[in-house]
Nanobody, 120 residues
Framework: QVQLVESGGGLVQPGRSLTLSCVASERTFLNYAMGWFRQVSGKEREFVAAIGWNGAPTYFADSVQGRFSISRDYQNSVYLEMSSLKAEDTAVYYC??????????????WGQGTQVTVSS
C-alpha cells in the first residue's frame, strides 16, 4: 500500500518559520509530482504549493506567495518551508503525490495530515 507520511507540524509563534516533511512509502517517486494542501475545520481543503516530478515548475497559492517554498529530493520526499507565519496559516497540512499533474485537486495519493498551529 502506498502511503504518505507528514511530519514537522506543531505550535509556532507568528512570524517564525517551520518546515514540513512528507515521505512516501515507496523506494522512488521519481516520476510523481508532489505538493501540499491545507484545511481549516469547517472549510474546504485549499491548495498551498506544488512541485513537478523533476523539481519544476512550482506553484503557490496567493496567500503564501513569497513566504512558503517547496522542494523535493526527486525520489519520495517533499518539503514545505514556511516563513513569516501568520495565524491564518493555522490548518491541517496534507501532502500529496500525483503521477500526472503537479497542481491538482484530485491527487493519486494523500497523506494523513499534520497540524500546524500559529499562535502566540
Amino acid at each position: 500500500q502506498v502511503q504518505l507520511v507528514e511530519s514537522g507540524g506543531g505550535l509556532v509563534q507568528p512570524g517564525r518559520s517551520l518546515t514540513l516533511s512528507c515521505v512516501a512509502s515507496e523506494r522512488t517517486f521519481l516520476n510523481y509530482a508532489m505538493g501540499w494542501f491545507r484545511q481549516v475545520s469547517g472549510k474546504e481543503r485549499e491548495f498551498v504549493a506544488a512541485i513537478g516530478w523533476n523539481g519544476a515548475p512550482t506553484y503557490f497559492a496567493d496567500s503564501v506567495q513569497g513566504r512558503f517554498s517547496i522542494s523535493r529530493d526527486y525520489q519520495n520526499s517533499v518539503y514545505l518551508e514556511m516563513s513569516s507565519l501568520k495565524a491564518e496559516d493555522t490548518a491541517v497540512y496534507y501532502c500529496y503525490a500525483d503521477r500526472r499533474t503537479a497542481k491538482t485537486t484530485t491527487p493519486d495519493y494523500w497523506g494523513q495530515g499534520t497540524q500546524v498551529t500559529v499562535s502566540s
